[in-house]
């Protein structure tokens, strides 16, 4: 695995790219807010994601994980690091993009037919709680769309930016580093239930190993956005011709 690059803040220095208290800190505050979104079975921990409230809720989630992504940032500056550094590659040209975004695509085509495979062992079906948290109206489409942004930015630079980097320091085994951090990722949806955790833990891995293979987020967030996005829309355009279940 390649971690981001950095000059150790003292002699003393572990290799962490933060603190890590920091990273206790971050743990708790994720599993706590799963623990209360899984409760009140929904994707925000204020609660039912239906009717008048699926906006606010979609705001509670953007503002929750771009504060997560500033207190990261803020621990890893205390190690010498950065979130560029975390993220890593750049795009000095519009080629360079597109190559991400062909990549991205590439990945989301072949993860989600193993994804399908896993669901459909499973017998996984979508609960009550992803049934609300899909946009219904234009003004909700809009917003569920910078949700989508915000998701694909957010939990790649925390899950496979962050975590799976300092696990991977603190256990001294990258693959380490990236099963933990899946597992978190998939705890992080337990709202959805049992079954989808096993899948989202399985592409959180997925995306691990694009981060490692491509040594950079970036193809990893433009899929990540992809998935939620479009893939939100048309599950919202299937569900409405199923039972509720």
Not at 98 to 124: P, Y
């Amino acid at each position: 695995m390649t971690t981001a690059p950095g000059t150790p803040s003292s002699s003393e220095d572990t290799g962490l790219i933060a603190p890590a208290w920091h990273t206790a800190v971050v743990l708790v505050i994720l599993l706590a807010v799963a623990g209360l979104s899984a409760w009140r079975m929904a994707m925000s921990p204020v609660g039912n994601m239906s009717g008048h409230t699926r906006l606010a809720n979609y705001g509670v989630v953007v503002v929750w994980e771009w504060l997560t992504v500033a207190f990261i940032a803020w621990g890893v500056r205390r190690r010498s690091f950065s979130l560029s550094s975390m993220i890593r590659g750049s795009w000095p040209r519009a080629s360079a993009f597109f190559r991400d975004l062909g990549i991205g695509i590439v990945f989301l085509l072949g993860s989600n037919l193993i994804l399908s495979l896993i669901q459909i062992a499973l017998k996984a079906q979508p609960n009550q709680a992803v049934r609300n948290l899909l946009p219904e109206t234009p003004v909700e489409m809009v917003a569920w769309i910078f949700l989508a942004a915000t998701a694909g930015f957010c939990e790649e630079a925390i899950f496979r930016g962050y975590l799976q980097q300092q696990f991977g320091r603190m256990t001294r085994n990258a693959s380490a580093g990236l099963v933990l951090q899946a597992v978190i990722f998939g705890i992080c949806h337990g709202y959805q239930g049992i079954k989808p955790v096993i899948n989202i833990t399985v592409y959180g891995a997925l995306f691990g190993l694009l981060a490692v293979r491509m040594k950079s987020l970036r193809p990893g967030m433009l899929a990540h956005f992809i998935q939620d996005s479009a893939g939100g829309l048309i599950l919202r355009q299937v569900l409405k011709k199923l039972p509720a279940g």
